[in-house]
C-alpha cells in the first residue's frame, strides 16, 4: 500500500505539472490569438491578419500536446484513485462532465474551424471561432478549478453513513468564492505568461533584427498585458487566495511561510531554509510582525505555527515553503520588470534598451515556473488530506493497483512525454524561426479538396 | 430516471464509436488505399477538423461515468489499469501523428507520423473491441466491487475476437469515410477496399453474435422487452446496405453508421441493466441500480447533460455543414 500510494502521487504529480505546462499556454494565448483576428476583421490590415496566424500556429502545437497530455489526468481518477472517484464522484464527477461536454466540445470543434475553414468559412464566422476557443479553454480551466477548490475547501455536500460524499447543492459548489477567486489567481497567472511569451518572442525579434514589425506590435501588446496581470496577480486575486487560506487552512499558511511556532507579531520571511528537524527557520530575513498584519490586518495578531497540529496533519514544510517562496519572488520580479519596460517605453528608450530586451527574453520560462510553484504550493500544503478535512489521500488510491504497476506506467509516461516535449521544443522554435511573415498557414480545407 | 441515464451514458459512447470510429478506420486504412504523399495528406486532412471533435465524445462520456456512476468509474478504470493506460499512450501517439503531421514540409516527418497513425489507430481499435467483449463477458468482482484485470484473463478469445471485428468494422467505417469525403485515386481504392472487407466483418459478426450468446445470453433481455431485437435487425440492415450501396459514398457511410450503431445497441440491450456484469455469473456484477449516486444528483445532472449535448450537437452540425459548403464552393 505504501509503495503503490508514493508511485500513484509520483505519477499524478508528474503528469499533472507535464500537462498544465500547455494549459496554460492556451489559455494565455487564446485572447491573443482572438484580438490579432478581430483587429484583422476591422482593420483589414495584413499585419494583424499575420500575427493572428502566427500565434495561432504556436497556440495550434501548444493545443494539441495539451489535449493528449489532458486526458490522462481525468483517466487517473479512475485508474490510481478508485478510492477518491468512488466516495467523491457524485461531487468531483459532476464538474468533471461538465468540462467535457461544455469546454472541450466548444474549443475543440471551433478550433477545427479557425485553423481548417479560414478559406471555406465567412470571415466573421472564423473571427467568431477564435473567440470561441478562448471562452471554451476559460471556460475548461474554470471548472478543473471548481474541483480543485471543492478539494481545498468543500461546499454543497453531506456525508453518508458509509462514507460515500454526496451532493446537495451543485450551485454552490459551481459559484463557490474560494472556486473563483482561486480560478481568477490560475487565469492570471496564464495570461501574464502569455503576455511575457508576447513580449519575449517580441524582443527576439527586435535584438536579431528581423521580423521588426511583428516584433514591435508583440512587445508592445506583451509588456502591457504582462504589466496588468503582474498587478492582477499580487492584488486582489493573489491577496483574496492568501485570506482564503488563513481562514480555511491555517496549517498549510504556516508551512507556506515556514512558521514552526505560533507567535503574536509574527514575522514574514523572505529568506530562509526551513529545517523540520529542529523546528526553526535557519538563517532567516525576515520583517518584524508582517506576517501577522497581512493574516489578519493585526501587527499583534496570533499567527498558529505548525507544532501546534498534530503529526498526522501537517503538511509538509520544505517544499510547500519553497513552491510559495518561488511564486511570490517570481511575481515580484515580473512586476518590476514590466513597470521598468513600460517606463523605457514612454521614455522612448525601450528599443534602444538591448539590456532591457535581452531580460524580457530570457524571462520567457519563468512565468512557467511560477505558476507550477503556486500550483505545488496549494497541493502539496493541502496534504495530508485530498479532500480537506474530509478525506486523507492516504486513504484514496485504488486498492487493486499495486505499486509495481504503477511504477511501470510512470516509466511510461517519462518516456512518452520526454518525446512530447521534445517535439513541442522543436516545432514552437520552427515557427519563430520561420516568423510570421511567411506564407504558411498550416494544412487547409479548400487546398486539399480538388 | 436510472434507465435514461443509462441510455444517456450508452448514446455518448454510440456517438463516439460513430464520429472517432471514422477517424480510427481512416488510420488503420490509410496506408492502403493512398500511394503518394499528397494522397494521404488529402486523406488526413479529411478528417482535420473533426478527429479532434470526435474524441471529445470519449471524454465527456468518462466525466458522466464519472458523476453518474461514480463505483463503475473507479471499478472499471482500476481493474482496466494497464490496457487503460496503453490506450492513453496510443491516444497520445493518435493524436500527436494527425496534428504535428502538417508542421513540418519533409516528407520523412509525415513518413513517420503517417505509420504512427496506422499502428496507433488499428491498436486502439482492437483494445477498445478487446475491453467492449470483457465488458460484456463480465469481470470477477469482490465483494467491495473491485477486479484486478490481468492480461491472461481480459485477452480470452471472446475478447480479442470481439477486438478484431472492431479493427475490421472501423476499417470499414473509415473507407467509407474516404469513398465520401477524398477525391480522386484514395476514393475509388477505398471502395474496392469496401468490397473486400464487407464479406470479413460479415463473418466475424456472425460468429461473435453466436459466442455472445454463450458468453452473456441476450435471451433474458429478449424476451422481457422483445423490441430490442431492432438493434440486431437495424445493424444486419446496415451490413446489407454497405454490401449493395457501394456506387453511392454518401449512402454507403449511412449504411455503415447504421451498421456500427445496431451493433452497439445491440451490446448495450444485452448489457442492460448492467455497466459491469460479474464473472462467472453477472448477477454480482454492476447494474444501474447498485452503483449510481442518489436520484436528487441524477435528477439535478440528467437535464444539464441532456441540454449539453443538445447545444453540442447544433453546433457541430452547423460547423460541419459551414466547412462541407466552403470546399465544395472553393473547389
Redesign the interface.
Known sequence: MGAALTADRIQFAFTIMFHYLFPIGTMGLAPFVAWYTLRALRTQDALYDRAARFWARIFAVNFAIGVVTGIPMEFQFGTNWALFSERTGAVVGQPLAMEGIFAFFLESVFLGVFLYGRNAVSRRLHAASAILVWLGSWLSGFLIVVVDAWMQHPVGYALASDGHILLTNLGAVLLSPFAWWQFLHALTGAVLTGGFLMAGVGAYYLLARRQERYGRLFLYTGIVVAFAFSVFAIFPTGDRNGDDVTAYQPAKLAAMEGLFHSQMGAPLAIIGMPDTASQTLIDPIAVPDLLSFLAYGNFRANVQGISTYPVADRPPVAVTYYAYHIMVGLGTIFLGLTTLALVLWRLGWLERSRWLLWLLMLAMPFPYIANEAGWVTTEVGRQPWIVYGVMRTSDAASANVVGAEAIFTIVGFVGMYFLLGLLFILLVLREIGIGPDAQHAGPQLAEVAP | MIVVAFIVLALMLGTYVLLDGYDLGVGTIHLFVTRTDAER??T???I???W??N??WL??????L??????V???????F??P??VV??L??FR??AL??R???ASELWHQFFDVTFAVASALLALLFGVALGNVVRGVPLDA?H???GTFAFLLNPYAVGVGLLAVLALAMHGAAWVALRV??APAERAARALRIVWPIVLLFTLALTYATFRVHSPWPNLLAMPWIALAPLASAVGLLGVAVLREQPRRTFAASSLFLAGLLASAAATLFPYLLPGFPVAEHGLSVYTAT??P??LA??LP??II??A??GA??AF?AG??D???????
Not at chain 2, 464519472?66 to 463505483?71: A, I, T
Open positions: 495528406a488529402a488526413i486532412a479529411s482535420g477538423p473533426f479532434n471533435g474524441e471529445v471524454i465527456a462520456a468518462g466525466g458522466t464519472f458523476g453518474l456512476f461514480p463505483l468509474y473507479a471499478s472499471s478504470f482500476s481493474g489499469y494497464l487503460f493506460m492513453l499512450w491516444l497520445m493524436g500527436i496534428e504535428l502538417g508542421h513540418y467491495q473491485y477486479f484486478k477525391e480522386g449516486v442518489p436528487a444528483t439535478t445532472m444539464v447533460i449539453g449535448i447545444i453540442v453546433y457541430r460547423v459551414r466547412l459548403r466552403g470546399s465544395r464552393g472553393s473547389a
